[in-house]
């Protein structure tokens, strides 16, 4: 039987490249983004691929899709939380909070919205994996993205707690914090992005975490050391190193 996937976020970047990696493997894909356009474009060389162009901070859009790919196709093997948006932050700045607010939402709150629908199906099929896209930025604050390291870290912890959750019961909860990667996320980024990964060679790495069903991982493999490294310094060299480090545009 083909895997039945669905990802977040698919319709450019890491989502694209997780959706073309997984049509090449000949699952059925349940394609999730705001913007129609792409995901028609997209879905052009993917044969059989389900489209919803919905926002994930809709929870009624996101459960109404989730139902309609199972009454299609049945309960999902994995589910990928990929939807993010990161904008550079700085909380002296009033109009930030709403940005602040909309990165909380897609990033976690999102996330939440995808995985609620599929739980109960999963857990009564006994099988399924739910996969959140965290990052390396979730491990310490980094100055001028403090919205998205926030999103992050809360992402991480939701994780975390939902594996636990769902310990026992046959279901999967992976976390995969990725560095750096070519996507237009990163696209306009003003400093050096040490370790950069392609979407493709990305992609490839996350469908293998997902295949061997490894419940935490850090790609690539040097940033794994990058991120233990900096949740190691003490506060005091940590601030001194990163204080006037190059940000986010705003």
């Not at 990928?80 to 909070?97: M, P």
């Amino acid at each position: 039987m083909p895997l039945k996937v669905i990802i977040s976020g698919a319709s450019s970047g890491l989502g694209q490249a997780l959706a073309q990696h997984y049509a090449g493997l000949g699952a059925t894909l349940g394609l999730i983004a705001r913007r129609q356009d792409l995901l028609e474009i997209l879905s052009v060389g993917l044969s059989g691929a389900s489209i919803y162009a919905v926002d994930v901070r809709d929870a009624p859009a996101i459960q109404a899709a989730a139902q309609d790919f199972m009454q299609r196709h049945g309960c999902p093997d994995i589910v990928i939380a990929n939807a993010g948006i990161s904008r550079g932050t700085l909380t002296e700045y009033a109009e930030d909070s709403q940005v602040f607010e909309n990165i909380i939402a897609t990033n976690v709150t999102g996330m939440v919205n995808l995985f609620q629908p599929f739980i109960a199906a999963m857990r009564t099929s006994g099988q399924g994996s739910l996969v959140g896209i965290a990052s390396v930025a979730g491990y310490r604050g980094l100055p001028g993205g403090g919205a998205y390291s926030a999103s992050k870290a809360a992402a991480i912890s939701y994780l975390e707690s939902l594996r636990v959750e769902m310990h026992g019961k046959g279901v999967s909860v992976i976390t995969v914090c990725p560095g750096y990667i070519v996507t237009p996320m990163t696209a306009n980024n003003p400093f050096r992005m040490p370790f950069i990964l392609t979407a493709d060679d990305a992609a490839g790495k996350i469908a293998r975490i997902i295949r061997d069903k490894t419940l935490f991982a850090v790609i690539p493999w040097q940033m794994a050391i990058v991120a233990r490294l900096l949740k190691l310094l003490p506060n005091f060299l940590y601030d001194r190193l990163f204080a006037k480090a190059p940000r986010k545009p705003r």
